[in-house]
């Protein structure tokens, strides 16, 4: 099979997507034809966007077609509508037909409100929408608002990193106002364990966000939001995470929400050489991360499927999160048992440190896209996969956070007053490092010193 020139179809330039490509590249080399299917033609680190209305960085963005490039992929700007899988057909947005060995869906999901009056977040269209509730508050045009989790399968690193930023904001600039947390969670980010929530209680204290855990937001009222449990919280304003809807193309099993299933190699079933990572599976937790991992695990069972000598991991979901919460970043991670497709409630580890707790230290934690993405070198196909580190004995403190980062803008701006542009490229990749974002006028300084390379 490897010598007839395997074919592989990845539809998605999201993580998934973007990940199963970087992983076959690793596993089998040249050997496969892979085309990448995608209408993106940027590749945006959302996650990194909550940090855009507080001006405490830019999410960064890679042409999709120069990491198609770089790992050897005939790109598809097109979408994937169907699949004939007697055929082994993948159907596309504008008729074309690409037939296939593997096929790897990995077309995301879609977005809707979950609560009227309230400002959905999703990223880089929302930053403007936070930026305007933060600014309220700041003038002291309003005094209150509430942070609300839809429910406990919603993602909710990002509602706990923009309610601590904008305590963050509001105590820095002495402004009064009420913040809180609304979460279905039984403690502060019970995914990641007791450690999470420790390590969160003065964070959260220092910043006067309050947090009221065990009840779901119900409506938005005239100054207030209304609970679950017939009581309420003081909200002039209302920030909540959306829901996800499923969006499979056609051809392909769903479940009642439009969501495909996958067993734990990514196979889905019925559907011989078809296989799916990502927000388009069943697996109930959307993330970037567990996305990278169940894309992993199809890459190599597609790898076994071509002849290559491997025996396929199956996907053992770890989550793992950077919390950007004005300061010092927090880093968690916990692994999480599987069964019978969804999640325990439980995590069978927690971990919480100030220090990487992997590296690359990535807002998007993905064994083989995580550190291609980091070197910020074009033509870097094949960096060393992320790894997991152990957290330190005695954590740094805040105040080392600050120096460290100081010092390394210090020495790229040192080192591009003398010329050395590539050094100072350097020093800014330690800083995002240590921060998780780059300051905006330092991510634009970024663009300028590697274009003078």
Do not use: N
Not at 89 to 109: K, R
Not at 188 to 201: D, M, N, V, Y
Not at 393 to 404: G, K, L, T, V
């Amino acid at each position: 099979m490897a010598r007839s020139r395997f074919r592989i179809v990845i539809a998605g330039g999201g993580v998934a997507g973007l990940e199963a490509l970087l992983a076959l590249r690793a596993l089998a080399g040249t050997i496969p034809h892979i085309t990448l299917v995608t209408c993106a033609v940027q590749t945006v680190d959302r996650p990194a966007t909550v940090a855009e209305p507080f001006d405490r960085g830019v999410a960064p963005t890679r042409d999709i077609a120069a990491i198609a490039a770089d790992h050897h992929a005939e790109l598809r700007l097109d979408r994937l509508t169907a699949v004939d899988a007697h055929r082994r057909v993948a159907v596309l947005g504008g008729g074309d037909e690409l037939p296939y060995d593997a096929l790897i869906v990995a077309t995301g999901a879609g977005t809707l409100h979950a609560l009227d009056g309230a400002i959905a977040f999703r990223g880089p269209d929302d930053v403007d929408a936070m930026r305007a509730v933060r600014d309220a508050l700041l003038a002291g045009e309003i005094a209150s608002v509430a942070f609300a989790l839809p429910g406990e399968s919603t993602w909710p690193v990002p509602l706990y990193e923009l309610a601590l930023m904008t305590g963050a904001d509001l105590r820095a600039s002495g402004v009064e106002a009420t913040v809180t947390i609304v979460t279905p969670e039984p403690s502060p980010l019970a995914l990641f364990g007791p450690k999470a929530a420790e390590a969160l209680a003065p964070r959260m204290a220092e910043r006067r966000v309050d947090v009221r855990t065990g009840v779901r937001p119900v409506a938005v009222e005239p100054g207030r939001l209304r609970l679950s449990d017939g009581g309420s919280v003081p909200a002039d304003r209302v920030v909540a995470m959306p829901t996800i809807t499923g969006r499979p193309p056609a051809g392909l099993p769903s479940d009642a929400a439009g969501f495909v299933p996958v067993d734990a190699h990514g196979r889905v079933p019925g559907l011989d050489g078809v296989y799916a990572a990502g927000d388009v599976t069943a697996f109930p937790l959307k993330q970037g991360g567990l996305a990278a991992q169940q894309a992993d695990a199809a890459a190599e069972a597609v790898a076994a499927q071509m002849g290559i000598a491997i025996e396929p991991e199956p996907f053992r979901p770890v989550v793992r999160g950077m919390l950007l919460i004005g300061g010092a970043p927090l880093y968690l991670r916990a692994e999480i048992g599987t069964g019978e497709g969804t999640a325990e409630a439980v995590p069978s580890t927690s971990t919480a440190s100030p220090q990487a707790l992997w590296w690359p230290p990535a807002k998007v934690a993905a064994r083989y896209l995580g550190p291609y993405l980091a070197t910020a070198r074009p033509r870097m196909l094949a960096p060393q996969p992320l790894v997991d580190r152990a957290a330190p004995e005695r954590p740094r403190s805040e105040r080392d956070h600050e120096a460290a980062l100081g010092l390394a803008l210090a020495m790229a701006d040192g080192d591009a007053r003398w010329g050395d542009y590539a050094a100072a490229v350097r020093a800014l990749d330690a800083a995002e490092a240590l921060a998780g974002t780059l300051p905006p006028e330092y991510a634009a300084k970024r663009e300028r010193w590697r274009a003078a390379r």
